[in-house]
């Protein structure tokens, strides 16, 4: 089977190698493409001939990815943190497994949600907030920066 392997190296605390990862999915027989997640335009070097889209990272990396295969089949191999999509959707995190049995993997239809507001529109696919959460989401992002600016200016 003709595949790309689109693998997020940071995930995971970075204890995913790569080598390792194509070592197992060439190892099965698959025709295999990968590629780097912070490649610049990753998204071009996705081939239509590829029959299936591998995406080896965490919840960020599927949110990242998923929406933009424009509805080419996609597994997870989950090597993050929380893994909830892949959970979710009963993905094996055992790269071997996943690797011999691509084949016969089922494919069902997946849908993203849409959220729209006055700046434009954002895909999703597990979970979308808004109102008291997302305002403390966005500060709790900012807390680390302030941090790290008030100990530069201390020095």
């Given at each position: 089977?003709?595949?790309?392997?689109?693998?997020?190296?940071?995930?995971?605390?970075?204890?995913?190698?790569?080598?390792?990862?194509?070592?197992?999915?060439?190892?099965?027989?698959?025709?295999?493409?990968?590629?780097?997640?912070?490649?610049?335009?990753?998204?071009?070097?996705?081939?239509?001939?590829?029959?299936?889209?591998?995406?080896?990272?965490?919840?960020?990396?599927?949110?990242?990815?998923?929406?933009?295969?424009?509805?080419?089949?996609?597994?997870?191999?989950?090597i993050g943190?929380?893994?909830?999509?892949?959970?979710?959707?009963?993905?094996?995190?055992?790269?071997?497994?996943?690797?011999?049995?691509?084949?016969?993997?089922?494919?069902?239809?997946?849908?993203?949600?849409v959220f729209?507001?006055?700046?434009?529109?954002?895909?999703?696919?597990?979970?979308?907030?808004?109102?008291?959460?997302?305002?403390?989401?966005?500060?709790?992002?900012?807390?680390?920066?302030q941090k790290?600016?008030?100990?530069?200016?201390?020095?």
């Amino acid at each position: 089977m003709k595949i790309t392997l689109i693998h997020n190296p940071d995930a995971c605390r970075g204890e995913a190698d790569d080598s390792e990862l194509r070592r197992v999915f060439l190892h099965a027989g698959h025709d295999l493409t990968y590629i780097h997640i912070q490649e610049p335009d990753w998204q071009r070097t996705l081939s239509p001939e590829t029959e299936r889209v591998i995406i080896a990272g965490g919840d960020g990396t599927v949110q990242s990815i998923a929406p933009q295969l424009k509805g080419k089949p996609f597994s997870i191999l989950p090597i993050g943190t929380a893994n909830n999509t892949a959970r979710c959707l009963s993905q094996t995190s055992d790269a071997e497994l996943l690797a011999s049995r691509l084949d016969q993997a089922e494919i069902r239809h997946l849908d993203l949600g849409v959220f729209r507001d006055g700046n434009g529109s954002k895909s999703f696919l597990e979970i979308a907030g808004m109102g008291v959460l997302a305002e403390l989401i966005l500060k709790m992002q900012e807390s680390p920066k302030q941090k790290k600016m008030e100990q530069a200016e201390s020095r």
